[in-house]
C-alpha cells in the first residue's frame, strides 16, 4: 500500500512558467514533508519542507502547500528554469528518527 | 567538506555472491540509512540505525544485513546476492529531518 503518491510520472512546462507538482498522502501520522529533487547518476539533494502545523512554506522560487485535510501537498516552482529539469520526490515522516516514505517521482521538464 | 560517501560506486556480482557497500558521513549526525532505487518505485527504505549501536528494519529488509560500526559509518552487506538485488542503493543520514545522500552505488547482480 503506498503511503505516498505522486501521481503524474512526468511533467513538461514551458521556461519562464509555473511548474505544480503535485503529491497525495494515506497516513495521517505524517508530520513533516519534504520535496527532494534529483539528478541522473547523483543522490537527491534537499529542496523544501514543510511541517505540518504549518500550511505554506517558501523559499526563493519554491513554494510548498500543504492541504492537511485533503492529505496534498504541492510544490511550485515559479518562474522555472531549465536546471530545474530533475526527478522530483516527495517524502514524509512519523518522527525524526523514523525513514522518510518516499512517492515514486516525477520527471519535470523544462522546455526552452 | 565530503558530507555522506559510498564506496564502491559500481559493482557487478554474480548470483550467491556476498558483498558490503560502505558508507560514511563526516558530518555528526545520529541517523543514518539505507535506501534502494529502481525504475517507477521511488526509493524504498531497507534499514536504518537511528542512533550508533542501534539499527532498525524498513521496507524492504529481505536479504541485507547492517551494521551501525560507529557514528560515521553505516554498511550493507548482502550475504548472497540475488537479481532482484540489481538497484542502485542510496545511503543517507540525518541530524533530525532533513537527510544528505551520498551518490549512490549501482549494483548489477547477474
Known amino acids: 500500500d503506498q503511503q505516498v503518491k505522486q501521481n503524474s510520472p512526468s511533467l513538461s512546462v514551458q521556461e519562464g512558467r509555473i511548474s505544480i507538482l503535485n503529491c497525495d498522502y494515506t497516513n495521517s501520522m505524517f508530520d513533516y514533508f519534504l520535496w527532494y529533487k534529483k539528478y541522473p547518476a547523483e543522490g537527491p539533494t534537499f529542496l523544501i519542507s514543510i511541517s505540518s502545523i504549518k500550511d505554506k512554506n517558501e523559499d526563493g522560487r519554491f513554494t510548498v502547500f500543504l492541504n492537511k485535510s485533503a492529505k496534498h501537498l504541492s510544490l511550485h516552482i515559479v518562474p522555472s528554469q531549465p536546471g530545474d529539469s530533475a526527478v522530483y520526490f516527495c517524502?514524509?515522516?512519523?518522527?525524526?528518527?523514523?525513514?522518510?516514505?518516499f512517492g515514486k517521482g516525477t520527471h519535470l521538464i523544462i522546455q526552452p | 567538506n565530503a558530507g555522506v560517501t559510498q564506496t564502491p560506486k559500481f559493482q557487478v556480482l554474480k548470483t550467491g555472491q556476498s558483498m558490503t557497500l560502505q558508507c560514511a558521513q563526516d558530518?555528526?549526525?545520529?541517523?543514518m540509512y539505507w535506501y534502494r532505487q529502481d525504475p517507477g518505485m521511488g526509493l524504498r527504505l531497507i534499514y536504518y540505525?537511528?542512533?550508533?549501536?542501534?539499527?532498525d528494519k524498513g521496507e524492504v529488509p529481505n536479504g541485507y544485513n547492517v551494521s551501525r560500526l560507529n557514528k560515521r559509518e553505516f554498511s550493507l552487506r548482502l550475504e548472497s546476492a540475488a537479481p532482484s538485488q540489481t538497484s542502485v542503493y542510496f545511503c543517507?543520514?540525518?541530524?533530525?529531518?532533513?537527510?544528505?545522500f551520498g551518490s549512490g552505488t549501482r549494483l548489477t547482480v547477474v
Open positions: 540505525s537511528a542512533s550508533e549501536g542501534t539499527t
Open positions: 543517507a543520514s540525518s541530524p533530525g529531518y532533513g537527510y544528505t
Open positions: 558530518m555528526n549526525h545520529n541517523s
Open positions: 517524502a514524509a515522516s512519523r518522527s525524526r528518527a523514523d525513514g522518510l516514505t
